[in-house]
């Protein structure tokens, strides 16, 4: 039977616009549940390419087999016992059972199960066709996308994120029988919405970018992504170039089927606006590229990416000049307007501004920073940072652009003469947003960044709002995860229970309970895991480190880094061991605190195990001092010489209570010299080849 790896086959789901900014996850979830599916099917390829426009998600798969590889099933029958009797002559039970597979009991052989010897026999199944397992798989494939929103269109009310309106499905130029939500596939794909054919008839495989491409859709988003950087380097005024913006440069890749870029120009006299109001506008409402000199200065002109061909009558660009400048003349009345008030004018008004029911208004959580930064630095500027920093909440700009709040607040106190201290502060506090953003990069903006974040997500513990995995209306994840980067980044070093319990009393006291910061801290654990596992950190270091206080975030990083560096030699390895067990003596035996008693010390073995831990106490002590982890762990390894006689010969739980009482406080004290950096005995030993 043929086995040959040369069948093709292309997969076009065809719909309603999608949003930009899902097109790329979406494509990514199909890739990866398409590639398991047929893995789970016995069914390997050679290549795997996507495709998407904001109309179409496409797969295409090459060097794949004719069919599943026939595969041999071990059907069971009766137990030895029952199969035969004491004669050891087959049982009826067991001549039935030959029987209803067609064999005779001589062709039967015993199995050994887990649940003893049973009678049975080896059955060949026949893979199925590759078209078969194509039809089965390519619904699961489509479900599998996960969109942030969905709807629905038809009856049966399958959701998705926009109306299904074709598809395509060819295995080796045939068309694949499929039929998905009332839609049929077929071998027709369409062109763009306004410049291509409707309905483009595909007879081969091969033949499907160039078709596209003909008909002004580029299917391949690394083709539209080349275009657009090509034309940005033609239109572009010479000694001039575009403001870095990875994400907008993503967003309009998707944005278009077949992109044109068209370069347009504003007056001068709009420059006087802030460069991050100018940004803004043309980013976040337009998604215009912002045009900059070499120092990176906004210059009066924007490129924009089009969905068609071209403009050579510049009907397009003058449409966009006009829209911008309509844009930006509401801006520059909302920057004069906002200006008339001064930042610290608007500060009561923050009573009448609701930051949550329960929590109250924004002069009530600005009470609260004020208290919290006052802990956290004696730095006045500080304080009067937190005073201000929610007022642009109450500014024109920042009602009409959202995406400025802070950074208005900031621009204004600078124009109001404040130090930089408080205006950079108060322009930095809500930063990060991702975990691809810089942390503030002042140390008071660090702070205002950390207690707007801690008190928003205690807080809403606190009134028992806390995010489900399908909601998360105060994006308690997102801050989260900033508020553990800017400690790890700005490497301070505040303990995360400490955060938590400082701002925990700025709350009314029937609010205060050690089961919401208990449930913080484990919130607050899981973005560290989070953050730390995209650093490279196994999961069983995270689980070791994880599982002692976390002193300071950055800290717990070197921890979680030298413990990586370390684990693999030998002596740490054999006393990981000794620790599991050392923890497990230890589990629910009630322990005295208090100093080992050197003259119950009887056995040779436990006093030279006293005595090592004697003299590396001190130098563990001087390592952790100075956050030298791999020195310290390096020297409590080297109790492995005396721990493993001391397991060999020294019975821990002796009859004599005193003995044994003694004998639990060493235990104790090494595993104390371990849980100063990590519990070990979460470590998993690494196989060696």
Not at 168 to 178: E, F, G, K, S, T
Not at 491 to 497: F, V
Not at 610 to 629: H, M, Q, W
Request: charged share 30%; aromatic share 8%; glycine share 6%.
């Amino acid at each position: 039977m043929s086995r040959s790896k040369k069948n093709k086959f292309l997969f076009e789901l065809g719909l309603e616009e999608i949003p930009a900014d899902m097109i790329s996850p979406a494509l990514e979830q199909m890739c990866r549940s398409c590639e398991e599916l047929l893995e789970g099917a016995s069914l390997p390829f050679e290549a795997m390419q996507s495709f998407a426009s904001p109309r179409r998600l496409a797969l295409l798969l090459e060097g794949l087999p004719d069919r599943q590889p026939e595969r041999e099933e071990v059907v069971l029958g009766p137990s030895q016992s029952v199969a035969y009797d004491q004669e050891n002559k087959p049982t009826r039970a067991v001549e039935g059972f030959a029987r209803k597979g067609g064999l005779a009991v001589v062709d039967l052989e015993m199995v050994e199960t887990e649940r003893g010897p049973y009678v049975g026999y080896r059955k060949k199944i026949p893979g199925k066709l590759l078209a078969e397992v194509l039809q089965e798989i390519l619904p699961q494939v489509v479900t599998s996308i996960s969109w942030p929103k969905n709807m629905y269109w038809r009856e049966s009310r399958f959701r998705f994120i926009r109306p299904l309106r074709w598809c395509l499905a060819l295995l080796n130029d045939q068309v694949l029988p499929l039929e998905f939500e009332g839609i049929r596939a077929g071998n027709v794909t369409r062109g763009h919405r306004f410049l291509g054919q409707p309905e483009i008839q595909l007879s081969e495989i091969d033949d499907y970018l160039e078709k596209l491409r003909k008909n002004y859709v580029l299917a391949d988003v690394e083709e539209r992504r080349v275009k657009i950087t090509r034309e940005i380097e033609g239109v572009l005024p010479e000694g001039l170039q575009i403001l870095p913006d990875s994400h907008l440069m993503e967003t309009v890749v998707h944005l278009n089927e077949y992109p044109t870029v068209i370069c347009g120009s504003f007056s001068q006299a709009f420059l006087e606006l802030p460069q991050e109001v100018l940004i803004t506008v043309m980013r976040h409402h337009q998604k215009y590229l912002s045009v900059v000199n070499e120092e990176e200065e906004i210059q009066p002109y924007f490129l924009t990416v089009i969905n068609t061909s071209g403009d050579p009558e510049g009907t397009i660009q003058k449409g966009h000049e006009k829209v911008l400048k309509a844009r930006l003349e509401d801006s520059a009345f909302f920057w004069k307007a906002d200006r008339k008030k001064r930042l610290e004018e608007r500060v009561e008004a923050l009573d009448n501004v609701l930051f949550q029911e329960k929590l109250g208004t924004y002069g009530a959580k600005t009470e609260r920073l004020q208290r919290l930064c006052g802990e956290l630095s004696e730095d006045p500027h500080l304080k009067t940072a937190a005073r201000l920093c929610k007022t642009d909440l109450l500014s024109e700009m920042v009602r009409e652009f959202p995406e400025l709040q802070g950074v208005m607040g900031g621009v204004y106190a600078r124009e109001e003469g404040y130090p930089e201290e408080v205006w950079k502060a108060i322009y930095e506090h809500y930063e990060p947003v991702s975990l691809e953003d810089a942390s503030p990069s002042t140390e008071l903006g660090a702070f205002l960044s950390i207690a707007d974040k801690l008190d928003t997500i205690v807080g809403c513990f606190a009134i028992g709002i806390v995010p489900t995995g399908s909601s998360d209306p105060f994006a308690l994840r997102r801050q989260a995860q900033a508020l553990v980067k800017v400690l790890f980044d700005r490497r301070m070093d505040h303990s995360l229970r400490y955060l938590v319990e400082l701002t925990q009393k700025n709350f009314p006291a029937e609010t205060q309970s050690q089961e919401v910061c208990e449930a913080v801290l484990d919130f607050l654990r899981r973005r560290v895991r989070f953050i730390f596992k995209e650093k490279g950190i196994s999961y069983d270091v995270l689980n070791a480190v994880l599982a002692v206080e976390i002193h300071g975030v950055y800290d717990a990083y070197q921890r979680a880094e030298s413990l990586s560096g370390i684990r693999g030699e030998e002596d740490f390895e054999a006393l990981a061991i000794a620790f599991k067990r050392t923890k497990n003596i230890l589990a629910n035996q009630p322990i005295e605190v208090s100093e080992v008693n050197t003259e119950s010390l009887i056995e040779p073995e436990e006093r030279t195990l006293f005595r090592a831990y004697s003299e590396i106490r001190p130098k563990v002590d001087d390592n952790l001092k100075v956050g030298d982890y791999v020195s310290a762990l390096r020297q409590i390894a080297g109790l492995r010489k005396s721990v493993d006689p001391f397991f060999d010969k020294v019975l821990v739980m002796a009859e004599d209570e005193k003995l044994r009482r003694n004998r639990l406080r060493l235990l104790h004290d090494i595993s104390q010299l371990f849980l100063r950096i990590a519990d070990i005995s979460e470590i998993v030993k690494e196989d060696r080849v």
